[in-house]
């Protein structure tokens, strides 16, 4: 399920919480800092797991918010890793898994403080970061829409 929904309007910009997304096929999310600036595959949207960001927090003794990610869209209940490379789809939108979103030196230099350092962040996310995917079909996007995980959904 989708739990929360986030975008910057700028590169490095405060994400914000939203109600809904717009999405539109191979473009990503309108509004956001990547809409149309795709370059490769698996830019157009992030999701992480809402259950690995408490890991985080209570493995760390962190007390990171959601947004402090710089995913797209939180997610509950749905193992992301086993969506690499399968299609999916939420509230009639499809995707397919590009790529795990594995952890850059910006998330190690944001989340990192004087408890933790920025390696030590990187290092927690490893495998555990989210994942990448293009948007296959225009559609909207909202917290409580379910993910239909049937293969080419």
């Not at 309007?9 to 600036?37: C, M, S, T, W, Y």
């Not at 594995?102 to 962040?121: H, R, T, W």
Request: charged letters at 30%; glycine letters at 12%.
């Amino acid at each position: 399920m989708i739990k929360s929904l986030y975008v910057a309007k700028q590169r490095r910009g405060e994400q914000q919480a939203v109600p809904e997304i717009r999405l539109i096929a191979n473009r990503g999310i309108v509004g956001d800092r990547n809409f149309d600036k795709s370059k490769w595959p698996g830019q157009n949207i992030t999701f992480v797991e809402a259950e690995e960001i408490a890991r985080y927090n209570g493995a760390y003794g962190q007390a990171i918010a959601e947004h402090a990610t710089r995913r797209n869209v939180v997610t509950e209940g749905v193992r992301l890793n086993d969506l690499l490379g399968r299609e999916f789809s939420v509230g009639g939108v499809r995707f397919r898994g590009i790529e795990l979103c594995e952890p850059c030196a910006i998330l190690g230099e944001l989340l990192s403080n004087q408890d933790l350092a920025k390696k030590d962040v990187v290092k927690a996310w490893v495998g555990r970061g989210g994942l990448r995917a293009d948007v296959l079909s225009d559609g909207i996007l909202a917290v409580g829409m379910r993910f239909d995980l049937r293969e080419n959904a």
